[in-house]
């Protein structure tokens, strides 16, 4: 159930444990040493009974009488002094504690809890249990805007309450192992900040798709179906992100799509109005201006540098360049980018969708990125983070943002070398400048040893849940400034829904169990809904499973775009044909259905063209043998004798060379008479 109660400081007195024996039933033991943080305390169990060791357990607060105040101790560590346990007979222990605050009371008597402590304790002082009083000044965030999230550990008749300006204010992280109730917990904050808060609305970047179930009646849910996120909001360093599909992009590609991309700007501009022009005239569009731009623009241009006599070293980037974009187009998981709704200037309507302004009663926005390729999630996450930073410093406090970073160690893990530095930045300004225009950060992790100190340190609020790995312990503890390794000592055992809470919004650190949400709320993965599924393995088609793997039903629809651009194309061409004077017009070939497809016919196949013997002029006969005798080979194709009366040369005789056959031969046969 979902507790809606605000928190009501005790009186003095109400509810104390007291029985009706003697006034000394809460004695425990008395002070044997005291430092300046912590005091061990000895207490003796008479005769080997247990019933005064059962008042002692670690994380329990106790009260140390100091004159008229009482010092409040948490109880980290016990243990006997001689290690063994005496039946029978009396028992000597020690107590170990911390020393957080004293209840001071005023010469009116009124009592108030404050966590400096004016008179430490002295040897010999006595300790008691705690009263349920001081419990409740303890742990009494104050009035109006505090509410309720669950009961302490140690007492479950006391409110844990927190104060919620506080923890929105200066940011807040819940960190915990998987399974130990973080979305349920998170869950049970947001409902809690919107009802103290109207003008909040919240933006969740949901990577598992599981908190639009935990707000049916608060939240809107955008995914890639229903996502409409403009390219052109993209600054150049997340475009690029997109383009090479998160890899490192090519500098000299890098430096090319700085330079298209104002003139692809400027060449939308001029196709809007007058005044529009003169509007932006007053401002230099740059590669990160936020201005609508048509893909066909940006191709054409790319396509008129490529076609530029000079320049030729720069042609295998621009052609490289212009494949990474035409494939990205193409890719129908970009739908959401590069959909016939994102060529035009639709900056509004994206704003007011995402950041739900006006909100209609659903001031909650769960961004469902599980749909969306994971090259591209950083670039999503970084433009989110940067826009609602924007819109809060531009509304001038007239609406308080908060952005929930659920698995953060994504985004701004604590190696600089991983991750997308845009998004880094993006929410490390949410971290250290947020506060001033009004824009919250609620960082979500299981790893918190992985993700980015110097932002979890900013988080004044933190909820640490069951934490099982040491590193992920140690980071809680150094990140918590006024916390020590007694305090979060037991991190590791407790159990699924508690929480040991720090920071602004409470006073002291306490350990707390969160309420439990109605099954209605509860965040769970849109594939894990309550209807099961009629099919098994044996019954599911595969092929469906296969299709939506591929996204091939949910294609981008880009004939406008190709429309676009074969238009910009064509008046390119019309240009260059204009500026050289040429007006010869551009070769269009038939349409296909003008004549009807004619039948196979051997003729038609190219052919090795034949010559006609007798369109080749004679060759002497004569010249030809003494060729053939030159060269010792015989005739290939045997000609016919001519019509003359000339005797033949007749071939050389074996033996003989070239010379000797030519001087046997008379002079007269090596001429033609005629």
């Given at each position: 159930?979902?507790?809606?109660?605000?928190?009501?400081?005790?009186?003095?007195?109400?509810?104390?444990?007291?029985?009706?024996?003697?006034?000394?039933?809460?004695?425990?033991?008395?002070?044997?040493?005291?430092?300046?943080?912590?005091?061990?305390?000895?207490?003796?169990?008479?005769?080997?009974?247990?019933?005064?060791?059962?008042?002692?357990?670690?994380?329990?607060?106790?009260?140390?009488?100091?004159?008229?105040?009482?010092?409040?101790?948490?109880?980290?560590?016990?243990n006997t002094g001689s290690h063994a346990w005496g039946e029978g007979e009396d028992n000597t222990f020690r107590i170990e504690t911390e020393l957080l605050g004293e209840v001071r009371v005023d010469e009116d008597g009124r009592e108030e809890f404050s966590t400096g402590?004016?008179?430490?304790?002295?040897?010999?002082?006595?300790?008691?249990?705690?009263?349920?009083?001081?419990?409740?000044?303890?742990?009494?965030?104050?009035?109006?805007?505090?509410?309720?999230?669950?009961?302490?550990?140690?007492?479950?008749?006391?409110?844990?309450?927190?104060?919620?300006?506080?923890?929105?204010?200066?940011?807040?992280?819940?960190?915990?192992?998987?399974?130990?109730?973080?979305?349920?917990?998170?869950?049970?904050?947001?409902?809690?900040?919107?009802?103290?808060?109207?003008?909040?609305?919240?933006?969740?970047?949901?990577?598992?798709?599981?908190?639009?179930?935990?707000?049916?009646?608060?939240?809107?849910?955008?995914?890639?179906?229903?996502?409409?996120?403009?390219?052109?909001?993209?600054?150049?360093?997340?475009?690029?992100?997109?383009?090479?599909?998160?890899?490192?992009?090519?500098?000299?590609?890098?430096?090319?799509?700085?330079?298209?991309?104002?003139?692809?700007?400027?060449?939308?501009?001029?196709?809007?109005?007058?005044?529009?022009?003169?509007?932006?005239?007053?401002?230099?569009?740059?590669?990160?201006?936020?201005?609508?731009?048509?893909?066909?623009?940006?191709?054409?241009?790319?396509?008129?540098?490529?076609?530029?006599?000079?320049?030729?070293?720069?042609?295998?980037?621009?052609?490289?360049?212009?494949?990474?974009?035409?494939?990205?187009?193409?890719?129908?998981?970009?739908?959401?980018?590069?959909?016939?709704?994102?060529?035009?200037?639709?900056?509004?309507?994206?704003?007011?969708?995402?950041?739900?302004?006006?909100?209609?009663?659903?001031?909650?926005?769960?961004?469902?990125?599980?749909?969306?390729?994971?090259?591209?999630?950083?670039?999503?996450?970084?433009?989110?983070?940067?826009?609602?930073?924007?819109?809060?410093?531009?509304?001038?406090?007239?609406?308080?943002?908060?952005?929930?970073?659920?698995?953060?160690?994504?985004?701004?893990?604590?190696?600089?070398?991983?991750?997308?530095?845009?998004?880094?930045?993006?929410?490390?300004?949410?971290?250290?400048?947020?506060?001033?225009?009004?824009?919250?950060?609620?960082?979500?992790?299981?790893?918190?040893?992985?993700?980015?100190?110097?932002?979890?340190?900013?988080?004044?609020?933190?909820?640490?849940?069951?934490?099982?790995?040491?590193?992920?312990?140690?980071?809680?503890?150094?990140?918590?400034?006024?916390?020590?390794?007694?305090?979060?000592?037991?991190?590791?055992?407790?159990?699924?829904?508690?929480?040991?809470?720090?920071?602004?919004?409470?006073?002291?650190?306490?350990?707390?169990?969160?309420?439990?949400?109605?099954?209605?709320?509860?965040?769970?993965?849109?594939?894990?809904?309550?209807?099961?599924?009629?099919?098994?393995?044996?019954?599911?088609?595969?092929?469906?499973?296969?299709?939506?793997?591929?996204?091939?039903?949910?294609?981008?629809?880009?004939?406008?775009?190709?429309?676009?651009?074969?238009?910009?194309?064509?008046?390119?061409?019309?240009?260059?044909?204009?500026?050289?004077?040429?007006?010869?017009?551009?070769?269009?070939?038939?349409?296909?259905?003008?004549?009807?497809?004619?039948?196979?016919?051997?003729?038609?196949?190219?052919?090795?063209?034949?010559?006609?013997?007798?369109?080749?002029?004679?060759?002497?006969?004569?010249?030809?043998?003494?060729?053939?005798?030159?060269?010792?080979?015989?005739?290939?194709?045997?000609?016919?004798?001519?019509?003359?009366?000339?005797?033949?040369?007749?071939?050389?005789?074996?033996?003989?060379?070239?010379?000797?056959?030519?001087?046997?031969?008379?002079?007269?046969?090596?001429?033609?008479?005629?």
């Open positions: 159930m979902l507790n809606n109660d605000l928190h009501a400081p005790g009186k003095a007195g109400e509810q104390d444990r007291r029985d009706g024996h003697t006034p000394g039933n809460r004695f425990l033991g008395r002070v044997v040493a005291c430092s300046g943080s912590r005091a061990t305390i000895a207490a003796v169990a008479e005769q080997g009974g247990t019933d005064l060791t059962e008042l002692w357990s670690v994380g329990r607060l106790i009260s140390i009488s100091v004159g008229r105040n009482r010092v409040v101790a948490l109880v980290y560590q016990m402590i004016s008179r430490y304790p002295y040897l010999g002082a006595i300790a008691h249990r705690i009263r349920s009083a001081d419990l409740m000044r303890i742990y009494d965030a104050g009035e109006g805007t505090t509410a309720v999230i669950g009961k302490l550990t140690q007492d479950e008749s006391i409110d844990a309450a927190i104060h919620i300006p506080s923890m929105l204010s200066k940011h807040f992280a819940v960190v915990g192992s998987t399974g130990v109730g973080k979305s349920t917990a998170v869950s049970l904050l947001l409902h809690k900040a919107i009802s103290a808060d109207p003008k909040l609305r919240v933006l969740i970047l949901d990577p598992h798709n599981e908190f639009a179930a935990a707000f049916p009646e608060h939240a809107v849910t955008i995914d890639t179906d229903t996502l409409d996120l403009p390219f052109w909001l993209m600054r150049l360093e997340e475009f690029a992100e997109v383009v090479f599909r998160g890899r490192p992009p090519v500098p000299e590609e890098l430096d090319m799509l700085r330079d298209i991309l104002p003139e692809a700007k400027r060449a939308f501009r001029g196709s809007d109005n007058s005044l529009v022009r003169r509007t932006t005239e007053k401002s230099s569009i740059t590669a990160d201006t936020p201005v609508p731009y048509r893909m066909a623009d940006l191709l054409a241009l790319i396509d008129e540098r490529i076609g530029r006599l000079e320049g030729r070293s720069e042609k295998p980037f621009l052609r490289s360049l212009k494949m990474r974009l035409i494939a990205a187009i193409n890719d129908p998981r970009y739908h959401f980018m590069f959909s016939n709704n994102t060529i035009s200037d639709t900056i509004t309507e994206t704003i007011a969708q995402i950041f739900r302004i006006p909100g209609e009663n659903r001031p909650i926005c769960t961004f469902q990125l599980a749909g969306i390729p994971s090259e591209v999630v950083n670039s999503v996450a970084s433009v989110l983070c940067r826009m609602a930073f924007e819109v809060a410093l531009w509304s001038e406090g007239a609406i308080h943002m908060l952005v929930v970073c659920e698995e953060a160690h994504r985004y701004i893990p604590s190696d600089p070398s991983l991750g997308f530095v845009p998004t880094r930045q993006a929410i490390a300004r949410i971290a250290k400048e947020g506060r001033k225009y009004g824009v919250s950060l609620g960082i979500i992790t299981q790893r918190p040893g992985e993700l980015d100190q110097t932002i979890l340190s900013q988080c004044s609020t933190l909820f640490a849940m069951r934490l099982a790995n040491d590193r992920d312990q140690e980071i809680i503890r150094s990140a918590i400034p006024n916390s020590s390794i007694s305090t979060t000592s037991f991190i590791s055992s407790i159990g699924n829904g508690e929480a040991i809470a720090f920071g602004e919004a409470i006073s002291v650190p306490m350990r707390m169990r969160f309420s439990r949400v109605d099954e209605n709320l509860l965040p769970k993965a849109s594939s894990a809904n309550s209807k099961q599924s009629e099919e098994d393995p044996d019954t599911v088609d595969l092929r469906k499973i296969v299709t939506r793997m591929r996204a091939v039903t949910v294609g981008p629809d880009i004939s406008n775009f190709q429309q676009s651009y074969a238009a910009s194309v064509a008046s390119l061409d019309e240009a260059d044909a204009a500026d050289e004077d040429r007006d010869a017009k551009p070769y269009a070939p038939p349409a296909s259905s003008a004549a009807p497809l004619e039948t196979y016919r051997r003729e038609l196949l190219p052919q090795t063209p034949r010559l006609d013997p007798a369109a080749v002029p004679a060759i002497d006969p004569r010249l030809d043998a003494l060729r053939r005798e030159m060269r010792r080979e015989e005739p290939v194709f045997p000609r016919p004798a001519p019509a003359t009366d000339q005797p033949a040369i007749s071939r050389r005789e074996p033996g003989t060379s070239l010379r000797e056959s030519i001087l046997k031969k008379p002079l007269s046969s090596l001429y033609n008479k005629e």
